[in-house]
């Protein structure tokens, strides 16, 4: 199967400092990728979505400018939690849509834990 | 817009026992894909089964098959002989045809008793 690789699984941050959380698609090309953010005992919750080589599509109410996304190669993307304040801790979660199998299968990292303190 | 719905907050099955999780959507559109997704303690989301709504045949993979109502726009998980490992937050999701958003539910823990 599709394996999607998410670094780190959990982080510690300050107040005021910025994080950065990887995700790989590690054997196969993913034009796009997925962000997630996962409340305690809640559903996911669509953040947005990264283009490879283009700007990422945010969804409503998300600050890009407080979520910054970097999709550089087709096996990586990158979001940024800048200036991390304690309500931005959370769970997130990436994932990649699969190109041989069409538009519709999304494989899943194993998310990452972020505690701002 | 899209959504689905898990009326199961919570489902319990003794080891070995049959258990069906129930999802249900609302859609105007004729394309679409519905998927049964697993999220264990260790929070990893694992594909458990897909559904393409042209398809009537509903989707099997090993213990686990799919019960695809079209009409009634039901889409119910049944998990045969189920294991302790089974034992993790189930989520339905649905994406239309020609998009790439994933609208999810809000998920049914299952509990699996030994």
Same mark, same amino acid.
């Given at each position: 199967g599709a394996v999607v690789s998410q670094h780190p699984s959990w982080v510690i941050c300050k107040s005021g400092t910025s994080v950065k959380i990887e995700c790989r698609s590690l054997d196969f090309q993913a034009t796009t990728m997925f962000w997630y953010r996962q409340f305690p005992k809640q559903s996911l919750m669509l953040m947005a979505t990264s283009n490879e080589g283009s700007k990422a599509t945010y969804e409503q109410g998300v600050e890009k400018d407080k979520f910054l996304i970097n999709h550089a190669s087709l096996t990586l993307s990158t979001l940024t939690v800048t200036s991390a304040h304690p309500e931005d801790s959370s769970f997130y979660i990436c994932s990649a849509r699969r190109l041989a199998e069409g538009r519709n299968i999304q494989y899943f990292g194993a998310g990452t834990r972020l505690s701002v303190l | 817009a899209q959504t689905v719905t898990q009326s199961q907050p919570e489902m319990s099955v003794q080891e070995a026992e049959t258990v069906t999780l129930s999802c249900t959507y609302d859609t105007s559109e004729s394309d679409y894909y519905l998927f049964w997704y697993k999220q264990p303690p260790s929070r990893q989301m694992i594909l458990v089964i897909r559904q393409e709504a042209y398809k009537q045949q509903n989707a099997t993979e090993n213990r686990f098959s799919v019960n695809f109502q079209k009409a009634a726009?039901? /889409?119910? #998980?049944?998990?045969?002989?189920?294991? #302790? =490992?089974?034992?993790?937050?189930? /989520?339905?999701?649905?994406?239309? =045809?020609?998009?790439?958003? #994933?609208? /999810? =539910?809000?998920g049914t823990k299952l509990t699996v008793n030994p």
């Open positions: - | 726009k039901s /889409f119910s #998980l049944k998990i045969s002989d189920s294991q #302790l =490992g089974d034992a993790a937050m189930y /989520f339905c999701a649905y994406i239309q =045809g020609g998009s790439e958003k #994933l609208v /999810f =539910g809000k």
